[in-house]
């Protein structure tokens, strides 16, 4: 599917800074038709690839402004397949790719480590990893509340579990734990998402099973085939859209993303069929 | 400097399970003249580089049994350099490395994102990068008491630097976390460390200043050019000694570091001096 | 019915310090036929009853000793009525005395506020108070793992909730924090009971339906008729057994309940019947 | 000195719920001299004193209601003494009222236990008490940042401490865990104050030295003989201005503290002289 995607962010700049922001969206798996980026004052953007991901970031040396603002247009082809999932094998932990093995671990936002026995008490008894990411999933989209403004930059997936109040990220961070907790490897995973009300960056997540990367987004907020990936990582510690050293202020951000020349069959995971999506 | 390590693990295994290890010394900087791996019960043990460190991991699959015995030994030359410090730069984090870029972030065990205002009023007034890790690591030498049993895998540095107790695990995350909340990238490194009393594996941290990576320890239990690198990682998350995934008693470990042929000039950092050393 | 208790309790004393004791029978609800308290070596206690609770408590200045020893010992005749819970009243809360008011509210180790969510997601469909108490008590009961050594003296309700492990003081916490979210007062119970095994203190918890309080264990440890009341409190922090200022090591301690003259018939509160037990 | 104080509170009200307030001035070692109560829509307001601290509160009933308003105003004398503080004895713990003894022990924002080594290490070294709670109120006003709308209702002193952002309910929880950490009582102290800007109701604390209760101010916001005691508590959740059980939804409040008929001579407490406030 085609999409037009937009974002234009704006800082005011108070001392000489870095910015390094993770906006573009992914050359991974999706065709980037076009795409431009325009910073105002003008300043050159250093376009890297992260180190772990392969996720693209771009660098920014910027001095003092009144008004920094970066705007980011693709035209992009996202790219996806619905599978039908069957035979659901546990995952081989000593034979897992080496790159895999990461998203087992917990991580800043994803203590999955503390959360072992609810994970086990609540989901072990369900058949396979896919039934019980499924399960997990709808868990959290049942009990945890969407409440804009109810967490900031410090909650975390272990909070999450108790205080069942949060926004993308957190649900995203809570099911990435859940996984983890029951050994099966999980990703943080950002995006542009069409429909998304309001507008905005969107964040899910992706369980590894039988093999391969699926999509889970606990929010049910939008269609899962109307992601355009940005980043992945272990959580939003790895994918953030901006970092920022120095003394800069926020001032805005607004995000768009439009489907450019077909209608969209939209795709929601049903937690009681044998049906995913994959992006890679 | 030529040494032998040794490190024996033990395991009683309950259930099919999945082992994890990382106790191989690293073969990046240093040069291994011999390594022996005995398991026994004998199974295959798989080695894989880990996907972002390039660290040395090996993966058992392992059957219920008794007493599973690992030893591992190894002669290996560590390789280091002790360098006079001089004309520090601030990291131009613009510019930084890709691979670099991850260890700026907050992580598991190192909420960095916390310790922004702590880490500013305590340090910030040193003049420049180098001097702020000599002092951080001094401070957190004669502020935190080192105590056996105190900590558990669930301490980070956040528990640390307020309870001020812990072990080598916990310095070096308190160390790295405090790095990054100044700005200063900071990662987690293990290894076998010659003299450390009692013997056992060893944990400190480097800094990345001047566009290399630098050694500290604040716990000073140990000269620093007597150890033999096995790993390093943005915490104890990625950087763990095994991760075990199944029904698995640990038992016991013996871990031994014995310097070869040579006497050893220790090297212990003095953090008003301008000397550091660097493994890399 | 009867129950003769003991209490010994040894302690290394290294500097001039304070202990306060709390392990006298409450003489409240409850008739102590004897009782004697052996301080070796022989000091003054000094015997208070603590400002909010009305507890028993005893404060021992004490000099350095290489075996301080405290031995209590009472024949007490415990008191408790078995009620059936009939048309049980919503709390008023604003027409609560002015005495159980402080018990809605969260403390150190039972941070209701935070477990608002969850515990109306979990138990908020029970159709009155009572049932909430006991679904929320059955549920502790089925999901935390008795494991002794899990736990330590800064485990609180918050993370019981999520880490499913603990003794009986984290059993009770967890079911204080849940009523208080809930809007029923509760409290924190420790005492003698009879048949716990391995002998010790035991903690359990009072909540407050239909103007009166009544005990409830989530452990299942014990009949919930033969406990002696030592204390009640907002949590541990208000009724632990020992507050120490000062240089001193505990060492051992042993208590013992035992019944002396009657046979008992044991009460456990079934989770789907009707009958409480109030030692009030 | 006389003032007048006026608390204005609206809030709309969406259910049948329970509201208890704590604003009305203390009648104890103050005096009032007129005071009203007015609420809109008219309902009766019971008035209790708290259990354990005999603080005034009043409870409502109330009704669903677009505009509830709450006004009440008083004319007050506070009344508190200037006092030389010489020749400080240490707390003998085994001889304090026992109804200070409360104020020893952690509680819910105020986890004293965690911070004993960072009090001891931090302030240990100092001479008596009072230069030790002079140190670390001191400390405080130099190192955390006044930062309105930084932290929430579940911010403790554990946060605070690393954090080292927030208002003066959390300056007040740090004065008091240190204080606690140091063996020395301290409770928190809720009131009106005259010259705060944005004018609030306002915290501080107060320690018990020399067996009285004096009062610290590690915001410095204010004269700290301008202050009319609403409450005192082992912490925020022993003196909230409101507890409200229900749906209730906040709207605003105005609060205002004036000098009724003098010029008020300031009293600011200076860390290294021996002159405190007592307002008991």
């Not at 376009?47 to 996720?55: C, R, V």
């Not at 990461?102 to 039934?131: H, I, T, V, W």
């Amino acid at each position: 599917m085609e999409f037009e995607v937009k974002a234009k962010l704006k800082y005011k700049v108070k001392s000489d800074s870095s910015i390094i922001l993770s906006i573009h969206a992914s050359d991974k798996y999706q065709k980037i038709v076009d795409e431009t980026l325009i910073i105002s004052p003008k300043i050159v953007a250093t376009e890297m690839e992260s180190a772990w991901e392969g996720n693209r970031l771009i660098s920014l040396a910027v001095k003092p402004a009144e008004n920094l603002s970066i705007t980011y247009k693709a035209i992009v082809n996202n790219s996806f397949k619905i599978k039908e999932i069957r035979n659901v094998r546990e995952a081989d932990i000593a034979k897992l790719p080496s790159d895999v093995l990461p998203y087992l671990y917990p991580s800043r936002y994803c203590q999955s480590d503390k959360l072992y026995r609810l994970a086990n008490n609540m989901f072990g008894y369900k058949k396979n990893d896919f039934e019980k990411v499924q399960a997990l999933t709808y868990w959290i989209y049942l009990n945890v509340e969407y409440l804009s403004g109810s967490t900031d930059s410090e909650t975390s997936a272990y909070d999450t579990v108790t205080e069942q109040a949060g926004v993308c990220r957190d649900f995203a961070h809570l099911g990435i734990a859940l996984c983890r907790a029951l050994t099966i490897p999980a990703r943080y995973f950002t995006g542009y998402a069409y429909l998304l009300q309001p507008q905005d960056f969107h964040a899910c997540f992706e369980a590894y099973i039988n093999g391969q990367w699926l999509l889970f987004d606990a929010t049910k907020l939008v269609p899962l085939n109307g992601m355009i990936k940005i980043a992945t990582g272990r959580d939003a510690a790895d994918a953030a859209v901006a970092n920022i050293f120095g003394d800069v202020d926020f001032v805005s951000s607004a995000v768009s993303c439009d489907l450019v020349d077909q209608s969209l069959e939209p795709f929601y995971a049903d937690h009681e069929q044998n049906f995913a999506i994959s992006y890679t």
